[in-house]
């Protein structure tokens, strides 16, 4: 049975937001439980040069709505991240990002799959490949690791998370 790409990528995205919405929330808990302050949580960073967590949450959420958004044929839009440092503001934006992709039109995605695909990476360079090779190798790959270390950062501080956290339930 062939699957089409917008049946494997949407949900498996959907998911991966949804738990990283589980995963702020438990660390949410747990900074509250220590009286920790979020914007100090938000900042926690793996090593020094690596981006804190709050661009954890803003990135995997990016990467999702806008990389959906290109395969979709839409002009992916800016989505600011957010000024404060609380956690229903990332909360918010993960959610938000997840409503999107949620929306997108399964039958546009599907159609891109073997058309070629255009999309920045950093600031100065641009790629091309196939829809489905950017589903499969530029946006899953970024989703996962940003949740990952999103994951990483809030067990580095002690939240009480396990593995079922990051998978959900299976």
Excluded: C
Excluded at 50 to 70: C, H, N, Y
Excluded at 101 to 110: E, H, K, L, N
Excluded at 137 to 163: D, E, M, S
Aim: hydrophobic residues 50%.
């Amino acid at each position: 049975m062939t699957q089409t790409l917008s049946a494997f990528l949407l949900p498996t995205l959907d998911r991966a937001l949804a738990q990283l919405v589980h995963i702020l929330d438990r660390g949410e808990a747990h900074a509250a439980e220590r009286s920790f302050d979020s914007a100090t949580v938000l900042a926690l960073r793996l090593f020094p040069d690596m981006l804190p967590l709050s661009f954890q949450f803003v990135i995997a959420s990016d990467v999702a709505q806008r990389g959906t958004a290109r395969l979709a044929g839409l002009e992916p839009e800016p989505a600011p991240a957010p000024t404060e440092a609380t956690f229903a503001a990332y909360r918010a934006y993960v959610e938000n990002a997840r409503n999107l992709v949620g929306g997108r039109d399964a039958a546009a995605i599907d159609a891109s799959a073997e058309k070629t695909t255009s999309f920045p990476i950093g600031r100065d360079r641009t790629a091309e490949m196939t829809g489905a090779d950017f589903a499969r190798r530029f946006i899953l790959p970024n989703v996962f690791f940003h949740a990952t270390t999103a994951y990483a950062l809030f067990r580095q501080a002690g939240a009480p998370l396990g593995k079922a956290d990051f998978l959900g339930d299976v």
